[in-house]
């Protein structure tokens, strides 16, 4: 299903650039005791800047103890990067490139999916958050529902194996949690899923 990748165009440097945006809303002059305008900040990574004259990726956190998976989460004929990373979080890198020369974009270092719960008054809501397993995150794709789109397996260093449900679509694919503890499976540390095809699909687990 995955293709090896010879070539990375993938360059990193260490420095940190940071959008500091302020929302302030109307001008508001208005006299003392009416309510005034919060001041909100929203910190934005940049991944990506100039250094010589050309676009390297200049900021990331760590990627230490790095899975990665290769798939074509968008349809469009050439593989993306998921690397799962030791703080239990996968970042996402888009292919911009072709099959013959990729050229991965980070796009997030936090994949962020839905997950089901409930508010104060009971009700069912949807809650859209960063994936975090602990650490070691292994990702793994497969349509395991064999509805058209990749699903998502992840290890983790507790030995669970999280299951996240593709309900967007092979184009846009959004990703739902389903269980924490797939087929109720457990292991000493450190799972890492593999899918193959055999007689019929099955999940293949190292520890």
Do not use: C
């Amino acid at each position: 299903m995955f293709k090896a990748k010879i070539i990375f165009n993938i360059q990193v440097a260490f420095s940190l650039f940071l959008i500091l945006g302020f929302s302030l809303g109307t001008p508001n002059y208005s006299t003392a005791g009416e309510e005034q305008p919060i001041l909100t900040y929203n910190w934005i990574p940049q991944f990506y800047g100039k250094m010589k004259g050309e676009t390297k990726l200049l900021y990331t956190r760590s990627f230490a103890r790095s899975i990665l998976r290769f798939v074509d989460i968008d349809d469009d004929g050439d593989d993306d990067l998921f690397v799962g990373k030791a703080d239990g979080r996968i970042a996402f890198f888009h292919n911009q490139g072709s099959t013959t020369t990729p050229i991965f974009k980070l796009i997030t270092e936090d994949l962020v999916v839905i997950h089901e719960g409930v508010d104060k008054q009971s009700n069912s809501i949807l809650i859209q958050t960063i994936l975090d397993v602990g650490n070691n995150a292994a990702p793994e794709f497969v349509d395991i529902d064999n509805d058209g789109d990749f699903d998502l397996f992840i290890g983790s260093k507790d030995g669970h194996i999280f299951h996240y449900e593709n309900r967007g679509n092979k184009l846009s694919p959004r990703f739902f949690r389903k269980t924490p503890i797939y087929m109720g499976l457990k292991f000493g540390g450190n799972s890492v899923p593999l899918l193959a095809i055999l007689t019929v699909t099955e999940l293949m687990i190292y520890w």
